[in-house]
């Protein structure tokens, strides 16, 4: 491991990727907070966190605590949520905020801040799918903020416990696109805790990638509880897939946005992913909320704003909204 300066860093959110981020972070030498609550903090007081991932197995200790206030100032905020409790975990965390406090969005779907920071057609507005009247971007002012895309594949066994068979990769970028010196200073923390970092001048490039893998794959695994590999791979589902990816490259292409894959080698490697259950679909199958807003609608609202048609994607984020409402008391 290199030698990099010491932050205080905290961890909000203590599910699958907050575990893996935290123990990973902590194993490095770095002192970690983690900001949890109800039995998941009951288990990281007395247990730790048990990570089991492809560079063997960790069992850490970090200091935790459900209260922002007893935690105090912190130089780096890695939110860790699903979607549909940003708001809640933005409002959290404010009394951990000083003037250069980082916040890093660890989430899945289009940002809330997507027309944040840049010029265009868009510029300074709000995402309705997701913070229709703005609160995120009062809660997590712009000059806060770099932009995150995560491939990390990960389970949560049991609270405090997270199983990872896959490679650990993060890309962050300042989302006015400028490279930073605190943006180089985080990607060194990121990687000297054993997970590939780029520090990137084009985020919302990577935002978008993670967009189509996220859409092509969520939504459509609570449909028919397929893995990846039966996504990707299976000839009933790859027409579907392909032609969501198709809609999806479109409205990235609208946005001037660029995606890395040609859809062939989307395909493969999503299927070479295995028998992995999406995200959404183990939301789904432990009764909590879809991250449908983040990762779809939103997704169908740009495509609005520039005139793009996304039949295929609208139909099946409307048939995964029907089966998770039959699902809600």
Not at 85 to 92: G, V
Not at 184 to 196: K, M, Q, Y
Not at 229 to 249: A, S
Not at 291 to 316: F, H
Request: glycine share 6%.
């Amino acid at each position: 491991m290199m030698e990099v300066s010491m932050m205080k860093i905290c961890i909000a959110g203590a599910g699958a990727i907050g575990c893996t981020l935290a123990a990973r972070l902590a194993q490095s030498g770095q002192s970690v907070n983690v900001l949890a609550r109800g039995k998941t903090l009951e288990v990281l007081q007395q247990n730790g966190i048990q990570l089991s991932d492809i560079d063997g197995d960790y069992r850490v200790e970090v200091n935790v605590s459900d209260s922002a206030e007893t935690l105090g100032h912190q130089d780096l905020i890695f939110v860790c949520t699903k979607a549909p409790s940003l708001t809640s975990m933005l409002k959290l965390i404010q009394p951990m905020l000083h003037a250069e406090t980082i916040i890093i969005p660890v989430v899945n779907g289009i940002p809330w801040w997507y027309f944040q920071g840049i010029q265009g057609r868009f510029a300074g507005e709000s995402i309705q799918a997701i913070d229709p009247q703005g609160l995120m971007s009062r809660l997590a002012p712009q000059q806060h903020l770099i932009g995150c895309v995560v491939f990390i594949t990960a389970c949560r066994d049991a609270p405090g416990v997270v199983t990872s068979t896959t490679p650990h990769l993060m890309v962050i970028g300042e989302i006015d696109h400028r490279m930073s010196e605190r943006l180089t200073h985080v990607r060194a923390i990121i990687e000297n805790a054993g997970i590939e970092a780029r520090a990137v001048d084009n985020i919302r490039d990577y935002i978008w990638t993670k967009v189509a893998a996220n859409l092509t794959s969520n939504p459509l695994s609570v449909v028919t509880k397929g893995t990846l590999e039966q996504i990707y791979g299976d000839t009933h589902l790859t027409p579907l897939v392909r032609t969501m990816f198709n809609e999806v490259l479109l409205t990235a292409a609208a946005y001037s946005a660029r995606i890395s894959f040609d859809p062939q080698t989307f395909m493969e490697q999503g299927a070479e992913m295995g028998a992995v259950k999406t995200s959404m679909l183990q939301d789904y199958e432990e009764h909590q909320p879809l991250e449908l807003e983040a990762i779809g609608y939103a997704v169908l609202e740009l495509a609005s704003k520039v005139d793009i048609p996304m039949p295929a994607t609208q139909n099946l984020l409307a048939l995964t909204q029907f089966i998770a409402d039959q699902c809600q008391p």
